[in-house]
């Protein structure tokens, strides 16, 4: 299993400004997702970030708007930036354990609104 | 078409109740498959993985029927504490685990 300390768990901030959301994974796991879930909607995976390399984002995410570190194999920020209301959700990070039947590990989530 | 497709509900259903819910997924490569709950504000929680041969966990029954790329969660004697929404989750690629969720299903048991 994997505990994850996800911070803030919620945040109100102006348009035009950034936030850096942060977790922290109490075991080394390879790779770590983002996802962002609207209201009354799935998760969307943003990207996935990998220790040592650039992240991988997924189509309609680009990193200039969702810049990602992974600076170790237990830790991983994602910021939004330049943030507008549509950018208003909840920000989850995930990582995966096991091999042949893996589970997904999610922190608490992040609720962003954006004024 | 979404990858992974499920009805969003909300079944409205009295304790007691047996409900079922489905999904479907597109990919014919998919290789893993889960149903994860999500109360309301908090983050997902693996409920139980879905095997082949189908499986049980006390009241949870699940299936999957990889020719029609369909999966199927049932409850019996529904609890009040059921009350979540309900996420079809597929692993789409092979290799690593990326986790694709559907939209979800509502549950809602009354008294």
């Known amino acids: 299993s994997a505990v994850i300390s996800q911070k803030p768990s919620r945040d109100i901030c102006q348009r035009g400004t950034s936030l850096t959301i942060q977790c922290q994974v109490d075991s080394q796991v390879t790779m770590m997702f983002w996802y962002r879930q609207q209201p009354g909607q799935s998760l969307t995976l943003i990207a996935t970030a990998n220790q040592g390399s650039e992240a991988t984002y997924e189509s309609g995410f680009v990193i200039d708007k969702f810049p990602i570190s992974r600076p170790n194999l237990t830790f991983s920020t994602l910021t939004v930036s330049n943030m507008s209301p549509e950018d208003s959700s909840i920000y989850l990070c995930?990582?995966?354990?096991?091999?042949?039947?893996?589970?997904?590990?999610f922190g608490q989530g992040t609720r962003l609104t954006v004024v | 078409r979404k990858e992974v497709e499920q009805d969003p509900g909300p079944f409205n259903v009295p304790e007691g109740a047996t409900v079922a819910f489905n999904c479907t997924y597109s990919n014919s490569a998919s290789q893993s498959f889960f149903w994860y709950r999500q109360d309301c504000r908090k983050e997902p929680k693996l409920l139980m993985s879905v095997y082949s041969s189908g499986n049980e966990d006390g009241r949870f029954t699940a299936q999957l029927n990889r020719a029609s790329q369909y999966i199927s969660l049932l409850i019996r004697d529904s609890k009040l504490s059921d009350s979540a929404t309900y996420l079809c989750?597929?692993?789409?690629?092979?290799?690593?685990?990326?986790?694709?969720f559907g939209r979800g299903t509502s549950l809602i048991v009354h008294p």
């Open positions: 995930s990582v995966e354990t096991g091999v042949k039947s893996p589970e997904a590990f």
């Open positions: 989750v597929v692993n789409i690629s092979g290799g690593s685990y990326i986790p694709t």
